[in-house]
């Protein structure tokens, strides 16, 4: 029987018959406007060739047929929100199972390229290895599960010790765990590195999980995360031929609260200029923040060797650098990309696993 509970306007907004949907494209023919505004069913008939319903509509006489199997599917989370993720407070959470493949594996099969980039959205990160050592081999890695997003910064970037840097990262010096771009709307939500070189001493590399940070603030000091997630704060970022602004929460939710969007960079966070009670709580919540994201036990180390290729979700972790000798040679080659391809990526190669042989 088909479920009582079941609003009807939903029901007949789904249906996917012809005259309202596309078949080619699946898109909606039709406005909620146009549907009846008083709108009942007026007969329910079994499917004859699967289980399922066909309902006939009053008060304009459209049939639509709905199988079982679909009703009961359950609803998706947001693949961009805590829901959709397995948060780890520590690389113990890993278990010493970093989600990698072989560069070869990885652009030849497809099941092995769907792995890399369900660990992406999953764990927020994978580690390519033995990508070829070419100059602008890093967008090649980005075009292989979309596009590469070109910033002030170019298409990609030279991480490396530079003369005049306009950005520390270009110098041998520690950065501590951060988000890229804070200061750009939208930010970047993938990050890629490729190591070319790395032969200087020091210079390894680390990651936080910043939405499980958040989950722990959230917990343990639910007035700090109240104040984060309350509090825009304005980011900025300026040199000879660029300035740049945004003003957004450290951490971000969705209108169900839930955390999609973690911005974390004490570079680029600008003069916050508000009422004293309030602008007191959010520096409690920041340095509380802080602590937790700048603690060593939450951050995964490793070294990036030449060939190795990083990805990772710049919305939900934060990367970091020991400092490095000066004269050593290391050079990392990075782009952006964007998780709306990614996803797409990972949707139409999931069809494709999903075909019987």
């Not at 936080?208 to 722990?216: E, K, N, Q, S, Y």
Request: charged share 25%; glycine share 6%.
């Amino acid at each position: 029987m088909l479920p009582a509970d079941v609003p009807a306007l939903w029901l007949r907004d789904n249906c996917a018959c012809p005259d309202c949907r596309d078949p080619l494209t699946g898109q909606k023919l039709f406005q909620i406007t146009d549907l009846p505004e008083h709108l009942t069913v007026d007969a329910v008939r079994p499917l004859a060739d699967q289980d399922g319903w066909e309902l006939v509509w009053a008060p304009d006489g459209h049939v639509s047929r709905y199988t079982a199997a679909w009703l009961a599917q359950p609803a998706q989370p947001d693949p961009r929100t805590e829901d959709a993720k397995q948060l780890w407070g520590s690389a113990a959470d890993l278990a010493d199972r970093l989600p990698e493949a072989d560069w070869t594996a990885y652009r030849e099969d497809d099941a092995v390229r769907l792995r890399m980039l369900e660990a992406v959205a999953r764990l927020g990160f994978c580690l390519l290895r033995d990508v070829p050592l070419r100059d602008g081999q890093v967008q090649e890695v980005a075009r292989s599960f979309g596009y590469v997003r070109e910033t002030n910064y170019g298409t990609q970037f030279e991480v490396r010790v530079e003369e005049r840097p306009n950005n520390l990262a270009f110098t041998n010096v520690a950065i501590t765990p951060h988000t890229d771009n804070p200061y750009r709307d939208p930010v970047p939500t993938l990050q890629l590195l490729h190591c070319l070189v790395n032969d200087a001493e020091g210079g390894d590399s680390g990651l936080v999980d910043g939405f499980a940070a958040a989950a722990a603030l959230r917990e343990g000091d639910p007035a700090a995360y109240a104040a984060l997630t309350g509090t825009p704060v304005p980011f900025a970022f300026r040199d000879d031929t660029t300035e740049l602004g945004a003003h957004r929460p450290l951490i971000a939710t969705d209108p169900v609260g839930r955390v999609n969007e973690v911005r974390f960079n004490n570079r680029s966070l600008g003069t916050l200029r508000l009422p004293a009670a309030q602008t007191e709580a959010f520096y409690a919540g920041y340095r509380a923040f802080a602590r937790l994201l700048l603690d060593p036990a939450r951050q995964l180390d490793f070294r990036l060797n030449p060939g190795d290729c990083l990805v990772f979700d710049n919305t939900r972790l934060l990367h970091a650098r020991t400092a490095f000798a000066r004269g050593g040679a290391r050079h990392l080659q990075g782009c952006y990309a964007d998780l709306d391809h990614l996803f797409s990526t990972m949707a139409v190669l999931g069809r494709k696993e999903a075909q019987p042989c």
